[in-house]
């Protein structure tokens, strides 16, 4: 089984030329693999910021250990990692 995560980064939704490739490759993929696991991630809706300093500081700090700012920078990366 395969699992395969599609990021969409294009702002442009119907007229994006990424979109429609990357649409056509995800249904080849479902065609030949139809027990994969697909995930997407439209950077376009749903943004994710950008990493500052507190993010990576918080990434390489035990769970245990990190400062209440830590762990609201942590927050996205955590929630993104569950799904």
Same mark, same amino acid.
């Given at each position: ?42 950077? *376009?809706?749903?943004?994710? !910021?950008?990493? #500052?300093? =507190?993010?990576? &500081? @918080?990434?390489?700090?035990? *769970?245990?250990?990190?400062? !209440?700012?830590? #762990?609201? =920078?942590?927050? &996205? @990366?955590?929630?993104?990692? *569950?799904?």
């Amino acid at each position: 089984m395969k699992r395969i995560l599609h990021i969409i980064s294009s702002p442009r939704t119907g007229a994006s030329v990424s979109r429609k490739l990357g649409n056509t490759v995800v249904e080849k993929i479902k065609e030949k693999y139809p027990d994969s696991i697909f995930k997407e991630r439209d950077l *376009a809706k749903a943004p994710f !910021p950008h990493l #500052e300093e =507190a993010h990576i &500081n @918080s990434f390489f700090t035990a *769970a245990q250990s990190r400062s !209440p700012e830590q #762990e609201r =920078a942590n927050e &996205n @990366s955590e929630e993104l990692i *569950a799904k």
